[in-house]
């Protein structure tokens, strides 16, 4: 049906008509949200059309009550530091449908990952390939320092901690804790020798801890 289509180049449609067919494509897709390849497609009336309306496709979005996922501006790395959120609050690896917002795991939905990425597997891979990449980033040679052997700063990013939550499984490598078996468990990554005393900040100087072995961990230190 589909390669027989029209665009219709009148001036002046009305605003319902723009807005009722952008409905219609969206219940044609089953979805609550339409991409402009999607209304491209299907549509009666050109993407640009809408766009001279009401200047941005989220607006026309938001206008027909549809979903304005807004995710064209979001970086790929900031999809990446959310699944990662997701994966170590959840102390697993997420499912798609771990990501519906309303789980409280993730702000982006599973449709902002599928449009990205193809499907949420793919997305699972690129995450994989875009963590990995960070640990190669992580180890700079500067130099700078005369006295100091140094590497690496002190500060974990939230690639390296998530690479060793999720390296050991998101289980606290102390008490065997772990948000999968209790959502009121928060892990951290900790320097295993500490930075303080000349410990780096890579994957092999770092583990997993739970929040309480933590902070029991610093008051021996203290002590
Ligand atoms: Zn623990």
Not at 185 to 193: E, F, N
Request: with cysteine; hydrophobic share 35%; glycine share 6%.
């Amino acid at each position: 049906m589909s390669d027989f289509r029209i665009k219709l180049r009148r001036r002046n449609i009305p605003e319902e008509d723009l807005l009722a067919d952008l409905k219609r494509v969206a219940s044609e897709l089953s979805k609550n949200t339409v991409t402009t390849a999607e209304y491209d497609a299907r549509g009666q009336f050109g993407v640009n059309t809408f766009l001279r309306r009401f200047k941005q496709w989220n607006l026309a979005l938001q206008r027909a009550g549809l979903e304005a996922p807004n995710r064209q501006n979001i970086p790929d790395a900031e999809l990446f530091e959310n699944l990662a959120n997701a994966w170590t609050s959840l102390g697993r690896q997420p499912f798609g449908r771990d990501m519906d917002k309303a789980h409280g795991h993730s702000k982006f939905s599973l449709g902002t990952y599928e449009d990205r990425f193809g499907s949420w597997n793919k997305a699972l891979l690129a995450f994989e390939s875009f963590i990995r990449a960070g640990q190669a980033e992580a180890a700079p040679s500067s130099r700078t320092g005369t006295t100091s052997r140094r590497r690496t700063g002190s500060k974990i990013n939230w690639r390296l901690r998530a690479q060793v939550l999720i390296r050991d499984s998101c289980i606290c490598q102390m008490c065997g804790a772990s948000p999968a078996k209790n959502p009121d468990i928060t892990l951290h990554a900790d320097h295993v020798v500490p930075w303080s005393k000349g410990g780096e900040t890579i994957l092999d100087n770092l583990r997993t801890l739970c929040l309480k072995c933590n902070i029991g961990k610093s008051d021996m230190h203290i002590a």
